[in-house]
T-cell receptor
Framework: GENVEQHPSTLSVQEGDSAVIKCTYS??????FPWYKQELGKRPQLIID?????GEKKDQRIAVTLNKTAKHFSLHITETQPEDSAVYFC??????????FGSGTQLTVLP | EAGVTQFPSHSVIEKGQTVTLRCDPI?????LYWYRRVMGKEIKFLLH????????ESGMPNNRFLAERTGGTYSTLKVQPAELEDSGVYFC???????????FGPGTRLTVL
C-alpha cells in the first residue's frame, strides 16, 4: 500500500535559521501533497499544499518543493520564529482522496 | 465558519467497554473522514463518508469499529468492545469536495486501561 517516509523526526534550529523537512512517497498515482502543522494540544491545520502539476509553491516564509520523478517533496521554513515550534506532518493523496501521512517532525525553534 | 467539532475531547475506559465518539463536520461539507494516531506514530486513515454513504472503509482495523453518518450530517465512531491497542487520538476531518482541503477537528484522546 501507500507509504510516506518523513525525516527528520525531530529538528531543533535557532531562531532566524531555516528548517527543512523531507518526505518520500511510493504511490506514483499521488497528485496532492499537503503539509499540516499541529501545535501542542491543538488540531492539525493545513499550512501549505502542492499539486502534482507544479514543482514549487511559496507562501511568505513557507515553501514546498515537489520532485515527482524522485517521488519526494520538502517543506522549507525560512526566518524561523518560536511560534513555528510544532509537529509538522506531510501527507499525500491520489484519486482515493484519503490522506496518507508521514510520521511527523517535532520542530523546536530555540530563541 | 464554525470548524469541525469532536466530542468528547478525552475518554478513559476499561478494556471490554464501549465508547462512542462523535464528529460534527463543517456545515455543507459532504466528505467526512476519520483518522487516528496511535502512540505518537503517523496519523492513519480509517474511513471516508460521502454524505451518508461509506465511500471507503479500508482503514478500519477490525469489526469492533462501527462508523455511521445517518442523515449525512454528524458521524459517530463506536468501538465495542475496546481493547488496549485502541488507545490513541481519533481525528475527524471534513471537506466540501474531493479536491478541497480537509479541515481537522481537535481530536478525541481515547485511553483504554
Amino acid at each position: 500500500g501507500e507509504n510516506v517516509e518523513q525525516h527528520p523526526s525531530t529538528l531543533s534550529v535557532q531562531e532566524g535559521d531555516s528548517a527543512v523537512i523531507k518526505c518520500t512517497y511510493s504511490d506514483s498515482a499521488s497528485n496532492y501533497f499537503p503539509w499540516y502543522k499541529q501545535e501542542l494540544g491543538k488540531r492539525p491545520q493545513l499550512i501549505i499544499d502542492i499539486r502534482s502539476n507544479v514543482g514549487e509553491k511559496k507562501d511568505q516564509r513557507i515553501a514546498v518543493t515537489l520532485n515527482k520523478t524522485a517521488k519526494h517533496f520538502s517543506l522549507h521554513i525560512t526566518e524561523t520564529q518560536p511560534e513555528d515550534s510544532a509537529v509538522y506532518f506531510c501527507a499525500e493523496s491520489g484519486s482515493a482522496r484519503q490522506l496518507t501521512f508521514g510520521s511527523g517532525t517535532q520542530l523546536t525553534v530555540l530563541p | 465558519e464554525a470548524g469541525v467539532t469532536q466530542f468528547p475531547s478525552h475518554s478513559v475506559i476499561e478494556k471490554g467497554q464501549t465508547v462512542t465518539l462523535r464528529c460534527d463536520p463543517i456545515s455543507g461539507h459532504d466528505n467526512l473522514y476519520w483518522y487516528r494516531r496511535v502512540m505518537g506514530k503517523e496519523i492513519k486513515f480509517l474511513l471516508h463518508f460521502v454524505k451518508e454513504s461509506k465511500q471507503d472503509e479500508s482503514g478500519m482495523p477490525n469489526n469492533r469499529f462501527l462508523a455511521e453518518r445517518t442523515g449525512g450530517t454528524y458521524s459517530t465512531l463506536k468501538v465495542q468492545p475496546a481493547e488496549l491497542e485502541d488507545s490513541g487520538v481519533y481525528f475527524c476531518a471534513s471537506s466540501r469536495g474531493l479536491n478541497n482541503e480537509q479541515f481537522f477537528g481537535p481530536g478525541t484522546r481515547l485511553t483504554v486501561l
